[in-house]
Structures are given as structure tokens and as C-alpha cells.
């Protein structure tokens, strides 16, 4: 065999802008999750301990109002990163409908697309119930602590 | 359009090859040649200087089996001086240390070293390749994961072990509570193992984006692999935080820092988060790599591929990411804001989605499968009900109102021995009897096996079920003893016989291991007739894996044409493939589609991966120890040893294909 016939530098997957599309379907739900990770429990530490003593009410009285604005701007994202996936992954089953297409895009890389696709479509699920578990949290309690 | 996911470099024409196809066929002068080329040098220095990720490999399934035995037989310490109340056959400070030693040993030097052992022997393996990424790196790890092994059992025989917990809460492990050497050795002995932890983690994701066959693309990539790269890259953020911590801890205790002294404004609570934004995540490094020797090896007991194995290759990623976002749920009871544990439960919660994934997939593959019932099957179907149990235990302990009911009691100790013995030591013990046959090149026997699995499974469920009831009788964790009038008596009794029982199965187990090593019946090269690729070479593999690098046209490379759907059009080529025996040479492949990129030359055997590991070593005794200068010594030697190990070498000018994306690097050793 010519070993020229099998080491090619053409690299199929990740083409512009399916690259983007992809790397918005797989990571953008969890980045959005951990977006809120990142600011909600901090912001809420600080509202209800600011230094060395905890405080009955949040120094700032639209805490829970801070916090819920973040979780739905991050379920935002997360939905937008899903809508991407979704879109994505009925872009391939068109193609993969069309008998007459020569240039399966999942023939010619191999199946990664709709592998990766596909792990977009799911990763975008769970962190899309992540982020609303965690904005049910914030809005389904007082803001510091009752019992301290 | 002409975008690659290999980086563009000018080519270095006198580095410019083209690596020739062709076949070697067995027992040829070129395959002769071919092992020449790889093999180690026998006695001794072989045995100092291998870099064979095979041998290591295996060193290290040895090495955490020690360690399993030893934090084993601590368990049965602990488990006879509780079988019955008032009991003296400890005291309060021999209890604190075995108790300690015991949860140190389980889970920093046996839970993880022992996956790690399976993935350096299975992965270039699995991935079609001649090693790891960096081999002199992949000794190194193991040199050091034994010395500090040694290093946190140095003061044991002395009566000085740590005896604050595993996870080592200050102010009790600070230097006005714990006047001794004990704290001491487990903080530097966690600064060590950080650093083999650290670059083995960093070998294993070099390795799967740089390593693997060509053909075997993204989608392509076994399980265990997708488990063990997940949590590589989960050390490589979880341990500096753990390493930050031991280290302030030092600092403290040695040169009065106040980190975490609060009559100093200290921050007790910091040692908690610090501690647990390791801890947790690092409970899913030691079962997800675990969970991927099921999602591999449970299909070739079904006679059918895996179910959903896109959902469970992103079950493990999405675990693992949510396991940075839980630890606050080891601190409920510190008294944090509600907001910030109704944020850390909710998450707690979601992480049973994916793992729930991972179960269907497993229970759907076995009910559409038709089960082949031996050994390393009831294992991994055992593993999968302890799984379910260890699992359930835990959504419950993520509601915040129950957990306050719970902690410290003996429900979470039964729950963490559901999930790290269910998950980690189940699975391990079936991939023992699954992989032995590719290790030894000899069966397990059958019947023992049997035994071994039914004793272990009887035994681990009387042992550590019963927890769950002594913590809902209110028994609190760490205690020495109890009086009889509170009703823990026989729970405790029942305890300490499944414990007994256990050890019994894991003792059958040994004795099959010993027996089967020399008198075992002959294995061929896939006695299981598995689908993945390891089972492609003899057994054992020669000392170079592939005669000649293949190319994968399947998950399934050894099922092809019996999977109905499965990329029929093309073939993984197994005879044939590129011809790399100019030295020790592999081929480097493209990140995600796995293209040949470059031709990669190969580190020979070397000492220098031991003596940096054992002068590094030495000079966490010397700052044990307290003497300077030897520390001192020590740290030039190391720095000597490195220097020998990094000085450019010629022959390590890595050859670019001349139709392939150019990437040229010199000197070093690997990619």
C-alpha cells in the first residue's frame, strides 16, 4: 500500500463554522452552569457573611432578585447552547435523508459529527436541569441562614 | 477548506519521512529485530530503568494490591475492637492511626494507583499504540507513588502514624493538638503523591490526543479511556488544591504560619473547602475510570456492544464536572449560608442523572445481551447492584434537612464503602479475572472464581449494610468504643463478621492469583472473544504491542462484520499497517480524527526516572526530618538527575510524514 494514500492532510472534522457550532452545542450549557456555580454561591456568601459575623437579612436587599437574574441569564445560554445542538443534529438527519448526497458529512469524517453532536444534544440537557435545579434552590429559600 | 486540528510548524527537511506500509509477519528476523529494539535489558537494571508502560503497569496493580491487603487488615483491626461494646483490644490512639492509615491507604494509595495500573498497562493498548506519550514520565510517577507510599508508613512501625482522619480537619491536625510527627508525615507524604498523580494525569491525556491508531477517531474511543482521561484531567485541577492545603498545613505546624489558626485570624473553614474541592472530585476519579472497565469489559459477557455509548461517554464527562460543583455537601453542618447549601444540594442532586445513564446502559446491555455467567461477569454485575445501593444512599445525604440527621454517623461510612468498595474494588477485581489471561498468559480458575466473588459479594453486604442501621440508630463515626445500652451491639457484631467474610473472599481471590500465575490453563490471544484491540496482540504482548501500527475502522475492531450496522464499508487493518523500526519509533496522530501527524521516536530505558523519583523522596525526609542540609543535597541531586533526563538528544528529533500536517520538535522524549 502507498503510504501516501493513507496519510492525508486533509482533517475533516471541526471545519468552520460547523467548529464553532460544535464547540457552542458541547460546551456551552456546562460553561453556562459553571458561570453560575461561579458567582451565585460567592455573591450569596458574602450577602449573609460579609466578615467575621453572619447577618439575619442580606446586606443587599434584592439578593435573591441577583441571583435569580443569573440563573435565568445562565438557563438563557444553556437553551441557546441546546437550540445550537438540536439544530445541529437536524441538519445532519437532512443530509443523511438525502440519498442523492454524495458527501455524507458523517461518512466522510467517520461518524465523529453526529458523535459529537449528539454529545452536545445531551450534554445541553443536563446542565440545562443543573442550572434549573440550582435557580429553584435560590428561589425556593431565604437568602441567609434562619438558624445561625 | 483546508482546517486541521494539528498545529502548523515549518518543516525541518533533514527531519522529513515517509513511514513504509507493510506486514511482519510472525516469528521473522524483522519482528526478532523489532523486539530487540524494545525489549529491557534483563536483571537489575532492567528492572531499575524500564520505562515499558506494561511493567509499570503491572507494578503498579502489585504495588495498590499491597497496599489494598495492608489497609485491609487495619479495616480488621478496627472491626474486632468494635464487634462487641467496651472493648479494649485498642487503645484510643492506636484506633485514631488504624483508622487513619486505613482511609489513607484505601483511598490515596490503593483506589487510584490501582486504576492507574490498568491504564498504563491497557492504554496503548487499547488505543493501538507501541507506549504512553512519555514513558520516562510514566516511571517516574510509579517511583514516586511508591516512596511516598513508604514515606506515610514511616512512622507506623513507631507508634507516630497520622491519626486525624483521612481528611485531616484542623484545628485537631494543627500544631497545638497534634504535638507529634504524624500530621507532619501525611502532609509532606500528600505533597508527594501530588506530584505522581500530577504527571501520570498529565501522560494519560497527552497520550489519547497525541497516541492514538490511526482511524480511531473520537467516536471510537473505549470507555475506560474516556473514564480514565476524565479524571485526568480532573486531577490536574483537583490535586493542587489538596497539595496547596497539606502544604499551608506544613507551613503552620513548621514555621508558625496562621493559615488556618483562628485565634490568629485563621481560617479553619478554608482547610474544609481547600480539602473538600479535592476531595469529592477525587471520589469520582476513583470510580469513573472503574465504571469504563465495566462499560468495556461487561459487552463481552452480553455478546453485544455496549447500550448508548455516546450517553455514557458523556454520563462520565458530565459526572465528572459536576463533581467540582458538590463539595460543599461534606460541610452542611459548618454553618453555611441556606443559599449556598440549597445551591450545593441541588447539584448533588443532578450528578444522579448522568450516573443513572450509565446504570440503564449497563442493565439495558446485560437484559439485551445473552449473559455469559463466568467470574469476571458477577463481578461486574455485582458492581452494578452495590452501584444502585451506594448511589441511593447518596441523593439521600444531598437533601441538606437529612444530612444534618446523618452526618457523622455510621450511615455515611456505609455509603462511602458502598461507592468505594462497591464501585472501585468490584470492578477491579472483575477486570483482574478479565485481563489477567492478556497479563500472565494464563486462565484464572473458574471455580475459585466463583467462590471468591460469591464470599466477597455475601460478605460486603452483611459487612456494610448493617452501617446504614447503626447510623440510623445514631452511631457516630470515629468512635473507639460504645457502652452496651445503646443498642449497637449486634449490628456491630454482624459487622464484624461480613468484614471477616470479605476478607475471606479477597483472600480466595489472592490465592487464585498465586495459583493461576504458574498453573493456570494456556490463554491465547483473546480467550473472551472481546471486540477491543488489546486482544489483537499475544498473551502477553511482545515488548512493542503492534508489529506494525493499525488502522481502525470500528469501536468493535474485533467484532467486525457479526454487528449488524456497523461501518461495513470499511475494515480495521490489524496485519498491516506502517512499518516504524528505525529505533524506537510510534506514530503520533492528530487530536480528535486521528490522522498521522508525525513519526514519533521513543525514549529508551533510563535510570533517571528512579533517581529523581528517590531523591526527590529523600528530600521530603530531610524536610521531614528537619535537616536542612541533606535537603539541601538532595534538591541538587534531583536537579542533576533532571538535567541528565532533559539534555537534548539527537536521536530524539521527531520525523514529520511528508503528506502530513508538519510538526517538528526536537530533544525531550515523546510528543
Known amino acids: ?148 | 477548506m483546508a482546517a486541521t486540528d494539528a498545529p502548523q510548524y515549518r518543516i525541518d527537511p533533514p527531519l522529513e519521512r515517509i513511514p513504509e506500509m507493510g506486514r511482519i509477519p510472525a516469528g521473522s528476523a524483522i519482528e526478532a529485530r523489532l523486539e530487540k529494539i524494545w525489549e529491557t535489558a534483563p536483571g537489575w537494571r532492567g528492572w531499575l530503568s524500564t520505562v515499558d508502560h506494561k511493567t509499570i503497569g503491572v507494578r503498579y496493580l502489585v504495588t495498590a494490591f499491597l497496599f489494598l491487603v495492608i489497609g485491609g487488615i487495619e479495616a480488621l483491626f478496627l472491626r474486632i475492637q468494635l464487634a462487641g461494646p467496651d472493648m479494649a483490644f485498642l487503645t484510643p490512639e492506636q484506633y485514631n492511626q488504624l483508622f487513619t492509615m486505613h482511609g489513607v491507604t484505601m483511598i490515596f494509595l490503593y483506589a487510584l494507583p490501582v486504576l492507574s495500573g490498568f491504564s498504563n498497562y491497557l492504554w496503548p493498548l487499547l488505543l493501538g499504540s507501541r507506549d504512553m506519550a512519555f514513558p520516562r514520565l510514566n516511571a517516574l510517577s510509579y517511583w514516586i507513588f511508591l516512596f511516598a507510599g513508604l514515606f506515610m508508613y514511616i512512622s507506623f512501625p513507631l507508634g507516630q502514624a497520622p491519626n486525624a482522619g483521612w481528611f485531616n480537619y484542623v484545628p485537631f491536625s494543627g500544631p497545638i493538638y497534634n504535638t507529634g510527627p504524624n500530621i507532619d508525615v501525611f502532609a509532606l507524604g500528600m505533597v508527594l503523591l501530588g506530584i505522581s498523580t500530577t504527571v501520570g494525569s498529565i501522560n494519560f491525556v497527552v497520550t489519547l490526543f497525541r497516541m492514538r491508531a490511526p482511524g480511531m477517531t473520537i467516536n471510537r474511543v473505549p470507555i475506560l479511556v474516556w473514564g480514565t482521561l476524565t479524571a485526568s484531567v480532573a486531577n490536574l485541577f483537583a490535586i493542587p488544591a489538596v497539595s496547596l492545603a497539606f502544604f499551608l498545613l506544613w507551613l503552620d505546624r513548621q514555621i508558625g504560619a496562621h493559615f488556618f489558626d483562628v485565634a490568629n485570624n485563621g481560617q479553619p473553614l478554608l482547610w474544609q473547602h481547600l480539602f473538600w474541592i479535592f476531595g469529592h472530585p477525587w471520589v469520582y476519579v476513583v470510580v469513573l475510570p472503574a465504571m469504563g472497565i465495566v462499560s468495556d469489559a461487561l459487552p463481552t459477557f452480553c455478546r453485544r456492544p455496549l447500550v448508548g455509548y455516546t450517553a455514557v461517554a458523556l454520563a462520565t464527562m458530565a459526572t465528572m464536572l459536576l463533581g467540582f460543583g458538590v463539595w460543599v455537601h461534606h460541610m452542611f453542618a459548618t454553618g453555611l449560608p441556606t443559599v449556598a447549601l440549597s445551591i450545593f444540594g441541588a447539584a448533588s442532586m443532578v450528578i444522579s442523572i448522568p450516573s443513572a445513564v450509565a446504570v440503564f446502559a449497563w442493565i439495558a446491555t446485560i437484559w439485551l445481551g445473552k449473559p455469559v455467567f463466568k467470574t469476571p461477569f458477577l463481578f461486574f454485575a455485582g458492581f452494578v447492584a452495590l452501584f444502585i445501593i451506594g448511589g441511593m444512599s447518596g441523593v439521600m445525604t444531598a437533601a441538606v434537612p437529612l444530612d444534618w440527621q446523618l452526618n457523622e454517623t455510621y450511615f455515611i461510612v456505609a455509603h462511602l464503602h458502598y461507592v468505594l468498595l462497591g464501585i472501585n474494588v468490584f470492578p477491579v477485581v472483575g477486570a483482574i479475572y478479565y485481563w489477567f489471561p492478556k497479563f500472565t498468559g494464563r486462565m484464572m480458575s473458574e471455580k475459585l472464581g466463583k467462590w471468591s466473588f460469591w464470599t466477597m459479594f455475601i460478605g460486603f453486604n452483611a459487612g456494610f449494610f448493617p452501617m446504614h442501621i447503626a447510623g440510623l440508630l445514631g452511631m457516630p463515626r470515629r468512635i473507639y468504643t460504645y457502652p452496651s445500652r445503646m443498642g449497637w451491639d449486634e449490628v456491630n457484631l454482624i459487622t464484624t463478621v461480613g468484614s471477616f467474610i470479605f476478607a475471606v473472599g479477597v483472600l480466595i481471590f489472592l490465592v487464585n492469583v498465586v495459583l493461576s500465575v504458574k498453573r493456570g490453563a494456556r490463554a491465547g490471544a483473546n480467550p473472551w472473544d472481546a471486540p477491543t484491540l488489546e486482544w489483537a496482540v499475544s498473551s502477553p504482548p511482545p515488548a512493542y504491542n503492534f508489529a506494525t501500527i493499525p488502522t481502525i475502522a470500528s469501536r468493535h475492531p474485533l467484532w467486525e462484520g457479526r454487528i449488524e450496522g456497523e461501518e461495513e464499508h470499511s475494515r480495521t487493518k490489524l496485519e498491516e499497517g506502517y512499518l516504524l523500526m528505525r529505533g524506537r519509533e510510534t506514530l503520533g496522530t492528530s487530536p480528535i480524527d486521528a490522522k498521522p501527524v508525525v513519526i514519533l521516536k521513543m525514549p529508551e530505558d533510563s535510570y533517571t526516572p528512579f533517581l529523581v523519583g528517590l531523591f526527590v523522596s529523600l528530600l521530603f525526609v530531610g524536610l521531614l526530618l528537619h535537616s536542612w542540609t541533606f535537603t539541601a543535597l538532595m534538591a541538587a541531586l534531583s536537579c542533576a538527575a533532571l538535567s541528565s533526563w532533559m539534555w537534548p538528544r539527537r536521536k530524539l528529533g521527531q520525523r514529520t510524514t511528508r503528506h502530513g500536517p508538519a510538526s517538528a520538535g526536537r530533544g525531550g522524549e515523546g510528543p
Open chain 1, 1 to 148: 500500500m502507498d503510504a501516501r494514500q493513507t496519510v492525508s492532510t486533509e482533517h475533516h472534522f471541526l471545519h468552520s463554522p460547523q467548529r464553532i457550532r460544535t464547540l457552542l452545542a458541547l460546551f456551552g450549557a456546562p460553561g453556562a452552569w459553571v458561570m453560575q456555580m461561579a458567582l451565585t454561591p460567592p455573591i450569596a456568601a458574602y450577602a449573609c457573611y460579609p466578615h467575621q459575623f453572619p447577618l439575619p437579612v442580606p446586606l443587599w436587599p434584592g439578593l435573591t432578585a441577583i441571583l435569580a437574574t443569573i440563573g435565568f441569564v445562565c438557563l438563557a445560554g444553556a437553551l441557546f447552547s441546546g437550540y445550537i445542538a438540536l439544530a445541529s443534529w437536524r441538519s445532519l438527519a437532512r443530509y443523511s435523508k438525502d440519498a442523492s448526497n454524495k458527501q455524507l458529512p458523517f461518512q466522510k469524517d467517520e461518524g465523529q459529527a453526529r458523535f459529537l453532536t449528539m454529545l452536545g444534544m445531551m450534554s445541553s440537557f443536563v446542565f440545562i436541569v443543573a442550572i434549573l435545579f440550582n435557580t429553584f434552590a435560590v428561589l425556593s429559600i431565604r437568602s441567609c441562614s434562619a438558624w445561625i
